[in-house]
């Protein structure tokens, strides 16, 4: 026995080495299926909300706030609070921007004050829809801040950031996206949401094109599964969390800020072959006069938002375009919808299309970037 005791002992050795070598083996797999989300502390949102300035773009001299189902509102002015409320049959408060105050209307009272904050019942967010008479109604969740500046009604919804991610992905999603299409585009809209604040005032991003193009949050559907299953990840460079660009089709090709004469921020994004805009070109053409051909710069961005502010989005759709004269006009003939930098939504729809999932189109389209799940500062997990 005493004799085969060592053998037996090697072979319990030889199973045990084999068993740590597979447990090793199972956790090297394990980590490597997860090396593609890292996990860092960073900046994310204030209390994990987004202020957004809506409704800009109409220049609202006048809004009207309602309650929606049965949800009550609470308008908090500087004098006093009042209810919106079906039950109580006063569901609309009409608000009025006159000099530096605003003129709130509900029922038959008007009070005046110089900002207005509309909660739910326990201050937190609740759903409303906003108005701007005969124009347009949109449905928020969140909190509401009105002031008047200039004499109009500055509309600031203090939103989740997974409801604003959602509700992008809803506004700047293309019609038919796959799911993990649309989830590379969650994590780009999370990521610009977290990292590209500053270019506004009054509150953190526009609902615009400016920003992110920002409507009503998505019902049940693959947008809000789409923004749930990417919940917290943001793209990363060097670990640190950045605006991540993206456009809806590109010339084949992707652009660098840098190509465009804009600054490079922390990440200096890179031009990627895109196969699909490569075969599948988005092409454009439109007639400017030559005076305002000439204030058009090739390869320079801030021109062609410019002419396109003035004349209109459909003007010069990309940057990639020839110039034809045709008497005192240009024709301009380009390929491409958008500034062409970064992700192209064209291009993701159809690597989902082809099989890709959501961290092999975001290391196409953003390469040297990891994905990395945010960790509130000071949180211990
Ligand atoms: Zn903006
Ligand atoms: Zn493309």
Not at 161 to 185: F, M, N
Not at 187 to 205: C, I, P
Not at 252 to 277: A, F, I, M, N, Q
Not at 321 to 334: A, D, F, P
Request: proline share 4%.
């Amino acid at each position: 026995m005493s004799r085969h005791a060592p053998r037996q002992h090697g072979r319990i050795e030889s199973a045990i080495k084999l068993a740590i070598a597979c447990g090793v083996m199972l956790l090297a797999v394990a980590l490597a299926e997860d090396a593609r989300v890292e996990r860092v502390r960073t900046q994310e949102p204030r209390n994990g909300n987004v202020r957004i300035g809506v409704l800009g773009l109409f220049e609202p001299r006048e809004l009207t706030v309602s309650a929606e189902d049965n949800n009550a509102l609470i308008l908090h002015s500087e004098q006093q609070t009042s209810v919106l409320e079906r039950s109580s049959g006063v569901q609309v408060a009409e608000v009025r921007s006159i000099g530096s105050v605003l003129a709130v209307r509900v029922g038959t009272s008007t009070v005046h004050t110089s900002t207005l904050t509309i909660t739910g019942r326990d201050g937190g967010p609740a759903g409303f829809v906003l108005s701007v008479p005969g124009k347009i109604a949109r449905h928020y969740r969140g909190t509401l801040e009105l002031k008047p500046v200039s004499g109009v009604v500055v509309a600031v919804v203090s939103m989740d950031l997974e409801t604003a991610v959602a509700s992008v992905v809803g506004a700047e999603g293309l019609a038919g996206a796959p799911i993990e299409a649309l989830k590379a585009q969650a994590v780009a809209a999370r990521s610009y949401l977290v990292a590209g604040k500053g270019r506004h005032s009054e509150f953190d991003f526009c609902d615009s094109t400016h920003c992110q193009f920002l409507r009503d949050p998505p019902g049940p559907g693959s947008v809000a599964e789409a923004a749930l299953a990417t919940r917290g990840l943001v793209l990363a460079y060097d670990s640190q969390p950045f605006a991540a660009m993206y456009t809806r089709s590109c010339r084949g090709r992707t652009r660098t800020p840098l190509e465009l004469g804009l600054p490079s921020g922390v990440y200096p994004y890179y031009s990627v072959d895109c196969k699909y805009c490569r075969l599948h070109p988005s092409r454009w053409q439109s007639r400017i006069s030559a005076r305002n051909a000439a204030t058009l710069r090739d390869s320079d961005e801030s021109s062609r938002l410019q002419l396109n502010r003035r004349l209109g989005w459909g003007t010069a759709p990309s940057n990639t375009y020839i110039r034809r004269k045709q008497g005192e006009h240009v024709i301009l003939e380009g390929t491409g919808q958008g500034h062409g930098i970064g992700l192209c939504q064209s291009g993701a729809m159809a690597m989902a299309k082809g099989g890709a999932d959501f961290a092999q189109i975001l290391s196409h389209y953003y390469p040297n970037t990891t994905i990395v799940f945010m960790r509130r500062l000071g949180a211990n997990r």
